[in-house]
């Protein structure tokens, strides 16, 4: 159980363009999920805190306008990068927090997408 | 300021034991993950500690100590493929991830 998914799970495009990337929770409904942007040899980044039914929340820094979260329903969240250029090229990886799994907080990592702006 | 440091890399034979240490300070406690992660893929859950202690969970396990703000895990009878990072992360008062930077770990047969 409790299995996430991420599409696609890599992407080359070209500078100017926007991607989307979505995170599915499979057999678990999640509220709360949250993208992440790691670069070569450094740790996780949280990027923003989606909470489905409202606004994401961002961390300082990342530009709400570039990165555009939706979580529209409970297990799905899409993470769309506007007018990409060459230093968004990173691995983005969502996670997801089971609603029904009490006081672990545990999160359950999507495998990842690597994003390759040309 | 929350800060969570682990050691960068350590090497290690296989068949042996390894301690990976951590030590943190954040606003707030909830919790402490660690996650395993091979090169280019995404974090895997490992092991949660908000009681001071060990867990053991085969051959893996973990401590933890509030009070020092401190925690290691411990890999016993490493293999090949436990090369790996391996991430220290604190949940603070907002129920937030704090992450460290990673230990990467190389096994030597």
């Known amino acids: 159980g409790a299995v996430v998914s991420q599409h696609p799970s890599w992407v080359i495009c070209k500078s100017g363009t926007s991607v989307k990337i979505e995170c599915r929770s499979l057999?678990?409904?999640?509220?709360?999920m949250f993208w992440y942007r790691q670069f070569p040899k450094q740790s996780l980044m949280l990027m923003a805190t989606?909470?489905?039914?409202?606004?994401?929340?961002?961390e300082q820094g990342v530009e709400k306008d570039k990165f555009l979260i939706n979580h529209a329903s409970l297990t799905l969240s899409t993470l769309t990068v506007t007018s990409a250029h060459p230093e968004d090229s990173s691995f983005y990886i969502c996670s997801a927090r089971d609603q029904l799994a009490g006081d672990t907080y545990e999160q359950y990592f999507g495998p990842g997408t690597r994003l390759t702006v040309t | 300021g929350q800060n969570i440091d682990q050691p960068t890399e350590m090497t290690a034979t296989e068949g042996a034991i390894v301690q990976i240490n951590c030590t943190y300070q954040t606003s707030g406690f909830n919790g402490l993950f660690w996650y395993q992660q091979h090169a280019g893929e995404a974090p895997t859950f490992l092991s949660y500690n908000v009681l001071d202690g060990l867990e053991e969970k085969g051959r893996f396990s973990s401590f933890l100590s509030r009070s020092k703000g401190y925690s290691y895990l411990l890999l016993k009878e490493l293999q090949m493929k436990d090369s790996a990072s391996y991430l220290c992360?604190?949940?603070?008062?907002?129920?937030?991830?704090?992450w460290g930077a990673g230990t990467k770990l190389i096994i030597k047969p």
């Open positions: 057999d678990f409904q999640a509220t709360t």
């Open positions: 989606s909470n489905e039914g409202s606004k994401a929340t961002y």
């Open positions: 992360a604190v949940m603070d008062s907002n129920y937030q991830l704090i």
